[in-house]
């Protein structure tokens, strides 16, 4: 059975809702289809002590500011997931869910939606699928005869885990940080902290509004042709959130090189020195979920899709929320994800109002 609607927007995360909230603003018909089996988004999975790095009320969708979480100056994990789910309610938006979205293709004057529960047949569609779906692994010798246990920041949950155990943490950006800060401080552990540079440490009172400004700045003045400011790059790599800035001022951030290659039992360094471990974890980020929209042939330069603000350069049927700076400044967090979806949903109802415009050959 093929459903009819003038837009479908992929996932139900924090883009996904924020499209909705906008697309509902314009009068637009429209369905969102989530592959989780429960609101929340990747939020969901993250590691047990994961708090933001902004307060509540900074860190919101757009229409309705984040409560603030009892006892918490930044809320963890778990409060944001109820705050997603408490969102979705409050809009009354319209998600079906556990959808899994398998292909989009051009269909005449239409984009045709696969899903294992049907097919939709869109006028538009909004992929907002993140990249938490897609974990990076660097191409590193010796991953086939590692014998320990390999893993990536969406596997880690709690130091408890590893108790007794060697392990390896790889990375120096903020996942990287706060695994390597969660395990210094928890007993029993002996702990191994790779980065492939110096880690960088933004400044104590620096949080994520300064990062969004950052960010808008940057993207403001690329826009303007003026000189690049930079952005978030420039003022380091690691927020110096509570417990990564204890651990730090504790000496308990010992950081080494990146290592060369995996041996059978650890790592080992270019000059020959060896440590064992137990378990690796690879805190070495993400890379965007783009496998549905493959029959439309739009990948570019380092598999992303050329876009102009949030739309597809050769698809303007398809706007691309919530993947990075490249889809909006600072597009992947929850404050950041609200302006380039209004931007969307206002070219979405300005097309649909025009007539479905055809793709570039």
């Not at 097919?119 to 909004?126: F, G, N, T």
């Not at 003022?235 to 959130?241: F, N, P």
Request: charged share 20%.
């Amino acid at each position: 059975m093929t459903h009819a609607v003038d837009v479908v927007v992929i996932g139900g995360g924090q883009a996904g809702l924020a499209a909705g909230y906008h697309l509902r603003r314009q009068g637009v018909d429209f369905v969102i289809l989530d592959a989780q089996s429960t609101p929340g988004g990747a939020w969901q999975h993250t590691w047990d002590s994961l708090h933001l790095f902004s307060p509540a009320a900074f860190s919101s969708l757009p229409g309705w500011l984040m409560p603030a979480q009892s006892g918490e100056g930044y809320p963890d994990a778990g409060h944001v997931v109820e705050y997603l789910s408490q969102y979705e309610q409050r809009y009354e938006l319209p998600v079906q869910r556990p959808v899994r979205v398998q292909a989009v293709r051009r269909d005449g004057g239409r984009l045709r939606v696969e899903t294992d529960s049907g097919v939709w047949a869109a006028r538009a569609v909004v992929s907002a699928t993140g990249t938490w779906w897609r974990p990076f692994l660097p191409a590193v010798p010796g991953q086939t005869i590692f014998s320990g246990r390999p893993l990536h920041t969406v596997n880690y949950r709690r130091p408890a885990d590893f108790t007794g155990r060697r392990v390896v943490v790889v990375g120096g950006g903020n996942s990287g940080a706060q695994i390597a800060a969660d395990l210094a401080t928890h007993p029993g552990i002996d702990l191994t902290w790779v980065t492939q540079r110096p880690p960088r440490f933004l400044a104590d009172d620096i949080d994520g509004r300064a990062l969004f400004d950052a960010a808008t700045a940057r993207r403001r003045a690329l826009d303007a042709g003026t000189s690049d400011t930079g952005g978030v790059a420039s003022l380091g790599d690691i927020v110096a959130v509570a417990p990564v800035r204890e651990a730090r001022d504790a000496g308990l951030l010992k950081v080494a090189p990146m290592f060369a290659r995996l041996t059978a039992d650890g790592v080992e360094w270019a000059d020959g020195s060896r440590a064992e471990a137990d378990a690796v974890i690879w805190c070495t980020g993400f890379r965007p979920v783009l496998s549905r929209l493959a029959p439309l042939g739009l990948r570019g330069a380092r598999g992303r899709i050329p876009t102009v603000g949030t739309r597809a350069v050769d698809e303007p049927r398809l706007p691309l929320l919530g993947y990075g700076d490249w889809t909006g400044p600072a597009s992947a967090t929850l404050i950041g994800t609200g302006r380039p979806a209004r931007e969307a949903a206002r070219e979405i109802s300005v097309l649909l109002a025009n007539g479905t415009p055809q793709p570039r050959d």
